[in-house]
């Protein structure tokens, strides 16, 4: 990739800010740049792809640090510890502090962004810059960015905060065995105003979708949607074993992996 010269200016800023030099310098380069500014050409020139894996990366590592320096909570208590850190907010006022906003490469479409679009821009940008550095230096060195910038503001205290839909969603459902999974099905819009569809799966059943203008919105107001939509099936399940005096298990309204396997060969 032909490298400008304000590409070259924040690619060298974005590496001082980070105090690594990337031996690949077009993954860095990737995690910086917004899909706007490279409309025309292949996905892999934008964060998206990087944004996808860094927030797997990200994930795994603040679970372990919360495992670890927390070894009597709960897993309701982690997964709000998790939820909270990794939050929209959270990442980008983080992201803003590191001066990433300078290094952004944004398109013409893109000039002079809203404060919505560079604080959705500012969450992806560090995700994709975990990816990168996963990527281009080991886990090692991906944890080693984490633990420096986003695990200090990691406070047991978060494990009591007001439940963010997601844990809430996720609390409800694994009280009954079932753990939900978020999907992204399509995106709309121009790569400078992307919207984000995302649905919750309960097992392998569908349940509703969300929009967002990022795709940690539209998982969010996504688990909203879907909070009435599982305890109104739960409901009516209990009901049917009250009635019936036989008692139904939730993995019969919402079978995983092993129960369709199950009945696919029973077919």
Known sequence: MTIEAEQQHKLDLVQEILSYRFNDQDLIL????????IEGKPVKYSYERLEFLGDAVLGAIVVHQAYVAFPEMDEGGLTRIKVSLVSGSTLSELSDHLGFKYVIIF????????KRGMHSALENVYEAVVGALYLDGG????QKFVLDTL?????KR??????NP???LQEKMQAHGITPTYKLI??????????????VYAGYTPLAKGKGKSKKEAEV???TASMSQFEREIAKLEKKSKKSGFKFSADMLFPGKKAEEEKTQGN
């Not at 990737?30 to 500014?37: E, F, L, N, Q, R």
């Not at 886990?139 to 991906?142: G, M, T, Y």
């Not at 978060?158 to 439940?163: I, R, T």
């Open 30 to 37: 990737s995690a910086i740049t917004h899909p706007s500014a």
């Open 107 to 114: 398109g013409s479409s893109e000039t002079g962004t809203g």
């Open 139 to 142: 886990i090692e060195v991906a």
């Open 151 to 155: 695990i200090p503001k990691m406070d």
């Open 158 to 163: 978060m494990a009591d905060k007001p439940e």
């Open 166 to 168: 997601k844990s809430l």
């Open 186 to 199: 399509k995106m709309e819009g121009p790569p400078h105003d992307r919207t984000f569809v995302t649905q």
């Open 221 to 223: 107001n996504a688990a």
